[in-house]
C-alpha cells in the first residue's frame, strides 16, 4: 500500500534559520504532492502543492521540490520565525483521497 | 466567508454508546470529506460524497459507521456502538472540485475530538 513517511517527528530550530522538512513515499507515483500545517487543536491548512512536473515551488518564505526519482519532497522554511512553530504535514492523492504522513512537529526558538 | 464548521468539538461518550458528528461544508463546495485521525496515528480517509452521493467509502473501518449528506449539504457522522478505538479526532472537509484531478485545495475543519471511555 501507499505510504508517506516524514523522517523526522520533531525539529528544533533558532530563529533565522531554514528549517528543512523531509518526505519520503513508496509505492505510488503520485501527479501532486501537497504540504499542510497543523497547530495544536487545529485543523489541517494547505500551504503548498507541487506537480510531478514542477521541480520546485516558492512561496513566500516557503519553497517545496519534489523529485519523482528519489520519491521525495522537501519542505524549506526560510528565515524561520517562533510564529512558523508548529506541526507540518506531507500528503498525496490516491484517487481523490488525501494520504497523510505522521507530521513533523517543527519549534523554533528566539 | 464561513470556514468548514464541525460540531461538536469535543465529546466524551461511554462504549456502546451512540455519537453524531456533524459538519457544515464551506457554501457551494460539492465535494466533502471525513477524515480521523488516532491517537499515535496519521489523518486517515474515511469517505468522500459529491453532494449527496458516496464517491468513496472506502476507508470507513466498519459498518457501526454510518455517514449521510441529505440534501447535499452539511453531513453527519455517526458511530453506533462506539468502541474505545474509535476514540480520536474526525475532521471533516471539503472542495469545491473532486480532489485528485486538478490537485485543487480542500480546506479542513477544525475537528470533533472523540473519546471513547
Known amino acids: 500500500s501507499q505510504k508517506i513517511e516524514q523522517n523526522s517527528e520533531a525539529l528544533n530550530i533558532q530563529e533565522g534559520k531554514t528549517a528543512t522538512l523531509t518526505c519520503n513515499y513508496t509505492?505510488?507515483?503520485?501527479?501532486?504532492l501537497q504540504w499542510y500545517r497543523q497547530d495544536p487543536g487545529r485543523g489541517p491548512v494547505f500551504l503548498l502543492l507541487?506537480?510531478?512536473?514542477?521541480k520546485e515551488k516558492r512561496k513566500e518564505r516557503l519553497k517545496v521540490t519534489f523529485d519523482t526519482t528519489l520519491k521525495q519532497s522537501l519542505f524549506h522554511i526560510t528565515a524561520s520565525q517562533p510564529a512558523d512553530s508548529a506541526t507540518y504535514l506531507c500528503?498525496?492523492?490516491?484517487?481523490?483521497?488525501?494520504?497523510f504522513g505522521k507530521g513533523t512537529t517543527l519549534s523554533v526558538s528566539s | 466567508e464561513a470556514g468548514v464548521t464541525q460540531f461538536p468539538s469535543h465529546s466524551v461518550i461511554e462504549k456502546g454508546q451512540t455519537v453524531t458528528l456533524r459538519c457544515d461544508p464551506i457554501?457551494?463546495?460539492?465535494?466533502l470529506y471525513w477524515y480521523r485521525r488516532v491517537m499515535g496515528k496519521e489523518i486517515k480517509f474515511l469517505l468522500h460524497f459529491v453532494k449527496e452521493s458516496k464517491q468513496d467509502e472506502s476507508g470507513m473501518p466498519n459498518n457501526r459507521f454510518l455517514a449521510e449528506r441529505t440534501g447535499g449539504t452539511y453531513s453527519t457522522l455517526k458511530v453506533q456502538p462506539a468502541e474505545l478505538e474509535d476514540s480520536g479526532v474526525y475532521f471533516c472537509?471539503?472542495?469545491?472540485?473532486?480532489?485528485?484531478?486538478?490537485?485543487?485545495?480542500?480546506?479542513f475543519g477544525e475537528g470533533s475530538w472523540l473519546t471513547v471511555v
Open positions: 509505492n505510488y507515483s503520485p501527479a501532486y
Open positions: 472537509a471539503s472542495s469545491q472540485t473532486k480532489t485528485g484531478l486538478s490537485g485543487n485545495t480542500i480546506y
Open positions: 507541487i506537480r510531478e512536473n514542477e
Open positions: 457554501s457551494g463546495h460539492d465535494n
Open positions: 500528503a498525496l492523492f490516491a484517487g481523490t483521497a488525501l494520504i
